[in-house]
């Protein structure tokens, strides 16, 4: 509340959000209300919807600025106040703080923001605090707040997103799945940078704005085969965003390498199957290829 320096219409755990979001914008919380009110001056009128507006407006300033700095996703506190977004979306206003916390059995435990050292978290108490698994967030806080992080989450595939991370759990989705999937992501545009940075990235000739999504078959010791008729050819197999290539290795020939235009035609087919020598269908580690004119498999390695 006013009080303690917080925003009246807020509910405590949407008042811790947008404090650290005033941290990351170096704009203090009064600054933050007064600028949402005059850049939506008919929003106030509702005060049925002012606390989650005003808080929305928080959230995605804060994460604009946050995806600007590069491997944000690595930052454990941000993924945790990410999460604490959706929780707040879910319990924006005063009034709905105070019913939820008269109406819970145990004693709630104010979280403060003191810590001047830090812009997401007080202490390893508070921390302690909002870090807690049986909290969970529902699809309509994750589609107002996820998004705003275009490499997370987007406007025509969230909803599927979500039923996949909360499929174990009645469609609500807990703090650690949520936290495991931003790891991964993490791991997966790592791997990509060092890739793309790599020599192998710099011997194709991709297009602008082309990224090497995947590779296999890159260590010398395990290559990638790539089986035609009873031939199998050991090479490096690479899936970008534009295409798939196969950049064989042959006695005598050198490296040669063969696109497939995954853009252009959408009557190409690539899914998992068999294969083996002399098409004996043995192992499952296989890619096919297939379009109007020509099957391939490859055999991961």
Same mark, same amino acid.
């Given at each position: ?8 219409q ?14 990351i ?17 008919d929003n106030?009128k509702?005060?049925?919807t ?5 808080l ?13 700095r ?13 999460f ?40 390893s ?24 992080? =275009?490499?997370?989450?987007? +406007? ?9 991370? $909360?499929?174990?759990?009645?469609? *609500? #989705? ?30 194709f ?38 295409a ?7 006695v ?24 083996? =020598?002399?098409?004996?269908? +043995? ?9 109007? $004119?020509?099957?391939?498999?490859? *055999? #991961?390695?």
């Open positions: 509340g006013a009080a303690d320096g917080g925003i009246p807020l509910s405590s755990v949407a008042n811790s959000v947008v404090s650290r979001c005033s941290r914008l170096a704009v203090a919380t009064e600054n933050l209300q007064q600028s949402y009110e005059a850049d939506f001056p106030c509702e005060p049925n002012y606390a989650r507006e005003l929305e407006y928080c959230c995605h300033k804060a994460l604009h600025e946050v995806t600007t590069p491997d944000y996703l690595s930052d454990m506190n941000l993924r945790r106040l990410m604490d977004m959706m929780l707040a979306w879910e319990n924006p206003g005063a009034e709905e703080g105070l019913l939820k916390n008269n109406s819970t059995s145990c004693n709630p435990v104010e979280i403060e923001d003191e810590d001047e050292g830090s812009i997401f978290y007080a202490n108490t508070s921390l302690a605090v909002q870090v807690n698994d049986m909290k969970t967030v529902g699809l309509s806080a994750f589609t107002r707040i996820a998004p705003s992080c =275009p490499i997370i989450a987007d +406007l025509v595939t969230v909803h599927n997103l979500f039923d996949a991370l $909360t499929c174990s759990s009645g469609g *609500r #989705l807990h703090y650690f799945v949520y936290d495991k999937y931003l790891k991964s992501l993490d791991r997966v545009f790592r791997s990509i940078k060092g890739v793309m940075q790599s020599s192998l990235a710099s011997s000739n991709l297009d602008a704005g082309e990224c090497i999504v995947a590779i296999d078959g890159d260590k010398p010791i395990h290559p990638v085969l790539q089986h035609i008729g009873i031939s199998a050819w050991p090479g490096t197999l690479i899936l970008t965003t534009h798939l290539y196969f950049q064989s290795i042959r005598g020939y050198g490296d040669k390498i063969v696109k497939y235009d995954l853009a252009t035609d959408s009557n190409q087919v690539i899914k998992r199957d068999f294969t083996g =020598p002399l098409g004996v269908r +043995l192992f499952d580690k296989a890619v096919m290829y297939k379009s109007s $004119t020509l099957t391939n498999l490859f *055999r #991961l390695s």
